[in-house]
């Protein structure tokens, strides 16, 4: 095994592994290494498709660019997607293998274990730096003894293991020193230091808590790395979606000249990236809505993509969001209806899903704003488009994950021309759209992205409430994010010590 590697466990999710391990893959590409990023598994509905057509972890994906390569499936051998509270796609190198129950998983991880360990044997093969990211915590008892993600994972690789714990949780001293005291003897020489995550103050404060954590422990801290806003980086977990969007639209909101967009908050929401660029834009408030009261008198409602697509459609009835939306779109003409994905099945007449892909109803009548229907099968279309909006001509670039097939009755028009799928050209249409084009839905993910569409669909919004038209903003750049973000690790942590824990292995 030639690659050197580093294992970034944490204390808990959502302390922050995933951007530590973007962060040092950027890092070591800098310092002249090879590098790429791997996560044995990873549970998340925030997935992507890579160029071969296989499905893996958003974040795995994020870190990839970081590393500044091409992801692929095995950096993210084994995908589990959550369809409920006890069952979950399973994914194995980018292809859906089959809905398991819990305990079907963790009878099938002991195959799941030898493709992992084959997938890492690929890439050690292949680069010189390996940064491996956990999952949850290495000291989850009920879980550990047929773990294949932390120590399990770190034993294997020969990796040291660097533990993550986030400040700004609180409790990070105790969730620190609670985690060792919970692993074995032989795991706790394994864990060679700490990073202590977003921090905000004066670290001069923190000097005792740091000088008690490593005599109790005999571990050093690496870093303690700043909390920080002015970084753009992909999140991984949908938790921080309602703080993210009001975080950077509080401003928005006391300033004329705002467009409003509601993102209906499903309970099974996934790919929700696919709005990060609208959030950038200056002249855009995102709000995450989850309730009927919470909805107000937006501009545009957009309804995402979810994982449990007739359940969440089930859920916008019961809590009475359809009803409301409905009433939204019925009296305000300016309003505009979007659909992504699930989203846009939701919006059509009916969903049949005879197989029980997603659901055990095999039928439901479906929100009726677009004269489509949708039938699910087994086989799932995952794929890298390039198209082109067939009204203005623009060109936009995304992915489609999805088991439904989606055919137009009478009086709808597609919304997109298909001209490229996985590097081929192609003729073919996605989406559908009505009334003027006021509600459309389509199943690329990322469609946003692209500067001249997002701008063109802002404009329009702004056209209707009788605002002049805004210019493309200059194009976000994300490689110069992680510049950034490494400089920012770089200035907060013993980089040296870290190499020296590396050569030393674990």
């Known amino acids: 095994m030639k690659a050197k590697t580093i294992h970034i466990c944490g204390t808990g999710?959502?302390?922050?592994?995933?951007?530590?391990?973007?962060?040092?893959?950027?890092?070591?590409?800098q310092d002249?290494?090879?590098?790429?990023?791997?996560?044995?598994?990873?549970?998340?509905?925030?997935?992507?498709?890579?160029?071969?057509?296989?499905?893996?972890?958003?974040?795995?994906?994020?870190?990839?660019?970081?590393?500044?390569?091409?992801?692929?499936v095995d950096m993210n051998p084994i995908l589990i997607k959550p369809m409920s509270d006890r069952r979950a796609q399973i994914i194995v190198t980018g292809k859906p293998v089959k809905n398991m129950?819990?305990?079907?998983?963790?009878?099938?991880?002991?195959?799941?274990?030898?493709?992992?360990?084959?997938?890492?044997?690929?890439?050690?093969a292949e680069y010189e730096v390996i940064v491996i990211e956990g999952a949850g915590s290495p000291a989850e008892i009920n879980l550990k003894q047929h773990d294949i993600v932390n120590m399990q994972m770190a034993a294997r690789a020969r990796a040291p293991v660097i533990l993550t714990g986030d400040i700004d949780k609180g409790g990070v001293f105790a969730w620190l020193v609670g985690t060792l005291e919970l692993l074995t003897k032989e795991e706790r020489k394994m864990v060679k230091g700490f990073i202590i995550n977003k921090f905000r103050g004066d670290k001069r404060l923190l000097r005792p808590g740091i000088d008690f954590l490593e005599k109790k422990t005999g571990k050093k801290v690496l870093g303690v790395i700043p909390y920080f806003k002015d970084i753009k980086i992909p999140e991984e977990d949908s938790v921080p979606l309602e703080k993210r969007a009001m975080a950077k639209s509080k401003q928005r909101a006391l300033r004329k000249g705002v467009i409003e967009i509601a993102i209906i908050s499903l309970p099974h929401i996934s790919n929700f990236t696919d709005f990060d660029a609208l959030e950038n834009e200056p002249d855009a408030r995102l709000r995450y809505v989850s309730s009927p009261e919470e909805l107000g008198h937006p501009d545009a409602i957009i309804i995402p993509g979810s994982k449990s697509t007739i359940s969440d459609l089930q859920h916008l009835?019961?809590?009475?969001?359809?009803?409301?939306?409905?009433?939204?779109?019925?009296?305000n003409?300016?309003?505009?209806?979007?659909?992504?994905?699930?989203?846009?099945?939701?919006?059509?007449?009916?969903i049949y899903d005879r197989e029980t892909t997603e659901s055990a109803q095999t039928e439901t009548k479906a929100l009726g704003f677009l004269p489509v229907v949708t039938t699910f099968e087994n086989e799932k279309i995952l794929s890298q488009v390039k198209a082109e909006e067939i009204t203005s001509g623009l060109g936009v670039s995304g992915y489609e994950i999805h088991h439904g097939r989606t055919r137009i009755l009478n009086g709808c028009k597609p919304v997109f021309r298909i001209i490229e799928r996985q590097?081929?050209?192609?003729?073919?249409?996605?989406?559908a759209a009505l009334e003027k084009g006021r509600v459309w839905g389509t199943y690329l993910h990322g469609v946003f992205d692209e500067g001249s569409f997002r701008r063109n669909f802002l404009n329009r919004l702004r056209h209707k409430k009788g605002w002049p038209p805004l210019s493309i903003t200059a194009g976000f750049d994300p490689d110069k994010e992680f510049d950034k973000l490494?400089?920012?690790?770089?200035?907060?942590?013993?980089?040296?010590?870290?190499?020296?824990?590396?050569?030393?292995?674990?």
């Open 13 to 29: 999710s959502g302390v922050g592994k995933s951007v530590v391990v973007a962060a040092l893959c950027r890092i070591f590409l």
């Open 32 to 72: 002249g290494y090879r590098v790429c990023p791997f996560k044995a598994q990873n549970m998340a509905l925030n997935s992507y498709v890579t160029k071969k057509g296989g499905e893996i972890g958003r974040a795995q994906a994020t870190q990839a660019q970081a590393a500044r390569l091409e992801p692929t």
């Open 101 to 124: 129950s819990v305990y079907e998983y963790v009878k099938y991880k002991k195959k799941a274990k030898g493709i992992i360990f084959k997938s890492f044997k690929r890439l050690a």
């Open 317 to 331: 009835r019961k809590s009475g969001l359809a009803r409301k939306i409905r009433q939204s779109f019925e009296h």
């Open 333 to 350: 003409p300016r309003l505009e209806l979007i659909g992504l994905c699930a989203g846009y099945q939701m919006l059509g007449d009916y």
């Open 423 to 431: 590097g081929k050209k192609t003729r073919d249409f996605d989406g």
């Open 486 to 506: 490494a400089q920012l690790f770089r200035e907060n942590m013993d980089m040296e010590l870290l190499y020296k824990i590396m050569r030393d292995g674990a």
